[in-house]
């Protein structure tokens, strides 16, 4: 599996799979989820609504990871994840390693052989880049699938800027 880290905007990112740093509700917000619901149109909020009135009537929990359809984004799925909170008092490293293996299980078990990421809780949420790095480099390399025979050849994280990139080039 080739890991890589680049600048860019991951709504443009022509991948199988693209993941969404969201929030519990799925409804929605600032940051890369209000980028990925306008690039993606209202098919995708649609969607999420239905989630809440069907599988997920409490909302997303943290760490955990959802799939949808990509709508008008070249990627044909989006993996909704939902970072813990510094802000919150969510500080707990595995929480946020646990968003970044759960989406690549989903990722995998939808049949996704790329997967491009933002860097979860490093805005909104409040965590430190480098943290963020450190933890969501760990947490890709050491990823095994569930099962025997995922295809996910390419994981890329996409960031956005240079220091942001440049610190998980450190990690790679
Ligand atoms: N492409 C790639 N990265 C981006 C993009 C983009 N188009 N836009 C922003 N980033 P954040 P969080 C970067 O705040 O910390 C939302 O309101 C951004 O610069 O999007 O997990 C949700 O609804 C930062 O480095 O996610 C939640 O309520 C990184 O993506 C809350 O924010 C993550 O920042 C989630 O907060």
Do not use: K
């Not at 805005?123 to 099962?147: L, S």
Request: hydrophobic fraction near 45%.
């Amino acid at each position: 599996m080739q890991i890589e880290a680049v600048t860019g905007d991951i709504t443009e990112e022509r991948v199988d799979a693209i993941v969404n740093a969201a929030n519990s509700s799925l409804m929605g917000g600032g940051g890369v989820d209000g980028a990925i619901h306008r690039a993606a149109g209202p098919g995708l909020l649609e969607e999420c609504m239905e989630l809440r009135r069907t599988e997920l009537p409490d909302g997303l929990p943290v760490g955990q990871a959802v799939p949808t359809a990509g709508y008008d984004l070249p990627a044909s799925w989006v993996i909704h994840t939902v970072g813990p909170n510094r802000h919150r008092g969510e500080t707990d490293p595995a929480l946020l390693a646990s968003c970044f293996t759960s989406s690549l299980q989903v990722a995998s078990d939808v049949g996704a052989a790329s997967v491009a990421f933002p860097a979860i809780s490093a805005g909104v949420f409040g965590w430190a880049m480098g943290d963020v790095a450190r933890v969501a480099v760990a947490a890709v390399a050491g990823w095994r699938p569930a099962e025997a025979g995922s295809g996910i050849d390419l994981v890329r994280f996409v960031l956005v800027d240079e220091t942001a990139r440049s610190a998980f080039a450190a990690e790679l």
